[in-house]
């Protein structure tokens, strides 16, 4: 992006963990392949890499790394949890603060989803987290040598995908806690490898220093509609993205189906918010998404 484009913006530098990634998957191999061998390889960092395993006495030696079989046998049993294995030893991926935060796993070798308070942030069911932001960002018409504004990075799959077709992409993220996790989630360390720029911030806040027309596409999945992410299905927001987008160019919005069981038609009132702001919308009901285009 160039200095016309970004006014005063504060980037971080995204850093993967060094750490290996198991689930129980992979720790079921572990356990499975020690009966026939004290030294073989495994799949492990969610299907993303192969490692070197030895097994002496009751440990494991999984990489660098070394973790005992009994805690090896809990995460086994847990289908859900992601784990790490550092040089301070396992760890589950959650956070717990203000809210509870998590890395799901959701089948075997692929990306985890997030959860929040319980709360998933990605589809999961009928598809995987990686599959659905593919879908989006194809939706959203990327392509190469485009300029892309990811608003929500969350685990920054949508981002990823988008710098994989070639796209340069700015992506922001207002919670410091979704990238801590995302640090440590192997899936979302291609943002670094393709590198994406990443604000820490809030995207209302932070779209105020993007100049005009800068943008071919901005891709905006948010969390879920609720009384404290309203602002981010707001008139005021929608106007800086019409701003921001150049001529001819695409707004990707994700609106999912909530309060769909009490008659209420969010989609369609995002759509005429869009509209009130200059966008000729379009409603894609199966995918519970609406296409803005500035013309």
């Not at 492990?44 to 097994?55: C, E, F, P, S, T």
Request: with cysteine.
């Amino acid at each position: 992006m160039n200095a016309i484009c970004i006014k005063d913006l504060s980037f971080i530098d995204f850093k993967p963990k060094p750490v290996i990634v198991i689930d129980c998957c992979s720790a079921r191999e572990v356990l499975n392949r020690r009966m026939e061998s004290s030294s073989f390889a495994v799949l492990a960092n969610l299907g993303l890499r192969m490692v070197d395993v030895k097994i002496i006495d009751d440990e494991a030696i999984i990489g660098d790394f070394s973790v005992n079989l009994r805690e090896l046998e809990e995460v086994a049993d847990d289908e859900e949890g992601v784990y790490s294995l550092s040089s301070e030893g396992l760890s589950k991926l959650v956070i717990a603060r203000e809210h509870f935060y998590k890395l799901r796993r959701v089948a075997d070798n692929t990306a985890p989803t997030l959860e929040i308070d319980g709360i998933h942030m990605h589809k999961i069911e009928g598809t995987t987290p990686w599959e659905d932001a593919r879908r989006k960002v194809s939706l959203a018409k990327v392509r190469a040598n485009h300029r892309v504004l990811d608003s929500c990075m969350g685990l920054g799959y949508t981002a990823i995908h988008s710098a994989l077709l070639g796209a340069k992409v700015l992506t922001v993220e207002l919670d410091p806690n979704v990238i801590e996790l995302a640090s440590y989630n192997p899936w979302s360390w291609k943002i670094k490898e393709l590198q994406i720029q990443v604000v820490m911030g809030d995207v209302c806040e932070a779209i105020k220093k993007l100049g005009d027309e800068c943008f071919d596409r901005i891709v905006h999945d948010p969390p879920r509609f609720s009384a404290r992410t309203g602002r981010l299905y707001g008139r005021e927001l929608y106007s800086e993205f019409h701003r921001v987008l150049k001529e001819n160019g695409l707004l990707f919005h994700y609106v999912g189906s909530p309060g769909r069981m009490r008659g209420l038609d969010l989609i369609r009132s995002v759509a005429k918010r869009l509209e009130e702001v200059g966008f000729t919308a379009r409603i894609l009901r199966r995918d519970e998404v609406v296409l803005a285009l500035k013309n």
